[in-house]
């Protein structure tokens, strides 16, 4: 099983110590980048971390299917189990499988409306409530300052944690003064933490663009490996070479 020295190696404590602690109950953070770089990667890896805690998820997925999504996290899941060498993996996956919650929206209809009720249903029905939610496939350039105020709002009504996997696009490269990029540029103050997956030739960086209020922004040191997708320390991965 997952033992303390696994949990404080995973390189997500070197994420959440960046961002002063993690995002927080009540905020809404952002992985940014181009198509297929590798956003749902860092939302699944958001999701285990917390899962592994004993916190619940609740995975919104936009446009795939259940089983699209819970390919991604089996495939994932597989690579941390075999990058730690843990014992008894069909129990780790048994013990995520209960903290975690898919709700899709395969024909792509998705607003705040639907989010509110996806809660509500799960939360009355299943007696589900989730500590995280993530939010893929959104297009995030139709989301309006009221929506994404709302969705704050039932983010800290909630006490969740609200992470989106928000698309730039090449044809769009306006940046803000503050350096965040479209489509986020025009209502940054309302997210707290956002991060930007920059592609390199082997590997994708992790970049902190901001961090809460604070106005220093700490270098992740973090890089996503495009083979097991997996986020790793780019410090350790120096010294090996």
Not at 19 to 26: F, R
Not at 47 to 68: A, T, W
Not at 133 to 144: K, M, Q, R, T, V
Request: charged share 30%.
């Amino acid at each position: 099983m997952w033992s303390d020295a696994v949990f404080r190696k995973n390189p997500m404590r070197i994420f959440e110590k960046c961002i002063h602690g993690g995002l927080g109950k009540g905020n809404i953070g952002v992985f940014m980048s181009r198509a297929g770089v590798g956003k749902t990667a860092c939302l699944v890896q958001i999701s285990i971390d917390n899962m592994i805690r004993g916190q619940n998820v609740l995975h919104f997925s936009v446009g795939q299917k259940v089983d699209d999504v819970r390919d991604w996290y089996d495939e994932m899941l597989d690579n941390l189990i075999r990058s730690h060498n843990l014992a008894q993996p069909d129990r780790i996956r048994e013990e995520i499988e209960s903290k975690r919650m898919i709700l899709s929206y395969t024909d792509k209809i998705f607003n705040v409306n639907r989010m509110e009720a996806g809660l509500n249903r799960l939360s009355q029905q299943g007696g589900f409530a989730p500590d995280v939610a993530l939010i893929d496939g959104y297009p995030f350039e139709s989301i309006s300052r009221m929506d994404l105020d709302r969705i704050k709002r039932i983010a800290a009504e909630n006490k969740l944690e609200i992470w989106f996997a928000v698309q730039t696009h090449r044809e769009s490269p306006v940046i803000n003064e503050r350096g965040i990029p479209a489509p986020c540029h025009i209502m940054d103050d309302i997210l707290s933490v956002i991060v930007f997956l920059e592609p390199l030739e082997d590997s994708v960086r992790l970049r902190l663009l901001k961090d809460h209020d604070n106005p220093d922004l700490l270098d992740l040191h973090l890089l996503l490996d495009i083979n097991t997708l997996l986020i790793k320390d780019d410090l350790v991965e120096n010294i090996k070479k």
